[in-house]
């Protein structure tokens, strides 16, 4: 049987460069016939992965259209413009896309195998072509609960999500760097001397982060992030949410499948933080009956071969429980289980995961081994 041609398009930005390395160790590209589309570079050399020596025009609805799969990390805006004009041509190949701008379409399929491989299954016979990775954090917090949320444990989810830089972009991972640089060399001769009088450092960081330092970037965050934060990622949606807010509830129900009548609810508040990659999420959950803590969290343990539980004690948790232990890592950090004193059915849990990998580009990369191997 001959190979499926399968395109890449967006494999220079970090998701792709994670997905293609991915691919690469897995031995993704031995099950199909590569090749490389650009948007800028058409007519260059083209990676060795590539069936073609050079990259193909990522705009040329007749080069895709001889793809039987696409795979693409280029974004929403490309989704918007080609996909269309790809199902008017009656292209019937599977698009898979790491971009948001399907996902909550009718014929579309969000792809977390380890929570609905079931469902992606009876898509793909269903005849469904559109296979999207759903948002980062939501994909991340289903997989820290895949265990009672498949044993159907709970009520609702409130997730208060501490996002790396590393989600808005890689301009955005080296003006973080730029920023704590900045506040380095402002403070450098204060924060050396032992001696030193600490409100005089404070005043001058203070100096940066409020605005009165020219030289303090904010081009991309806008704001300061080193040393600071910032509650607002995404758009405005009705009701006050932001749209990365929005996404937990209408994302999450639809990876897991649920009607309107067993919807789970699911929000909370969405913040960027000063580190570079990996997020994390702190999860108050309502269960459906009073906690039993070791059933709960042996749910946890045995969902997945991912779950690295981190027991509830300060060393261990201080140690391993951050986004700098879980970086460039496929483990997905699950601690500070306990009960809470809101009530005899509240849970606190405390999760960490690489939002580039379970979090973009490797639900798209398992998703691709799953269809090729349900032919």
Avoid at 23 to 43: I, N
Avoid at 174 to 184: F, P, S
Wanted: with cysteine.
């Amino acid at each position: 049987m001959a190979k499926l041609k399968l395109g890449m398009i967006g494999w220079r930005g970090m998701v792709g460069s994670v997905l293609v390395e991915r691919m690469k160790e897995e031995g993704d590209f031995e099950c199909v016939d590569s090749y490389f589309f650009s948007t800028s570079q058409v007519g260059e050399k083209a990676p060795e992965l590539s069936v073609s020596e050079t990259l193909k025009d990522a705009h040329s609805l007749e080069d895709l259209s001889e793809m039987d799969i696409i795979l693409t990390c280029q974004g929403g805006d490309y989704t918007n413009s080609i996909h269309p004009q790809l199902r008017e041509k009656s292209w019937s190949g599977i698009w898979i896309d790491a971009a948001s701008a399907l996902r909550m379409k009718d014929n579309a399929c969000l792809v977390l195998d380890p929570l609905n491989s079931d469902l992606i299954k009876e898509e793909i016979k269903k005849g469904t072509k559109d296979f999207i990775g759903a948002n980062c954090t939501v994909s991340l917090m289903l997989l820290a609960l895949a265990g009672p949320l498949r044993a159907g444990e709970i009520e609702w989810i409130s997730s208060m999500t501490y996002q790396a830089a590393s989600g808005a972009g890689a301009k955005n991972m080296k003006e973080l760097v730029n920023q704590m640089g900045r506040l380095h060399q402002v403070g450098k001769e204060l924060s050396e001397d032992g001696r030193s009088d600490i409100l005089k450092l404070d005043a001058l960081i203070n100096d940066s982060l409020q605005g009165r330092d020219s030289q303090f970037p904010t081009e991309n965050f806008k704001a300061p992030l080193a040393g600071s934060l910032i509650p607002w990622i995404d758009v405005p949606v009705e009701g006050g949410q932001t749209k990365e807010e929005w996404k937990a509830g209408v994302e999450g129900n639809k990876i897991l499948g649920n009607s309107k009548t067993s919807l789970i609810p699911i929000d909370g508040t969405c913040v960027r933080i000063g580190a570079m990659r990996s997020h994390s999420q702190a999860l108050t959950i309502k269960l459906k009956k009073p906690l039993d803590l070791e059933k709960f969290e042996k749910q946890i343990k045995e969902s997945h071969e991912w779950v690295d539980f981190v027991p509830n004690e300060r060393e261990i948790t201080t140690q391993k429980l951050s986004p700098a232990h879980y970086s460039g890592s496929l483990k997905i950090g699950v601690g500070r289980v306990r009960p809470m004193n809101l009530g005899k059915d509240f849970v606190n849990v405390f999760t960490v995961g690489d939002q580039l990998l379970w979090g973009a580009a490797e639900p798209l990369r398992r998703f691709l081994r799953l269809y090729l191997d349900n032919l």
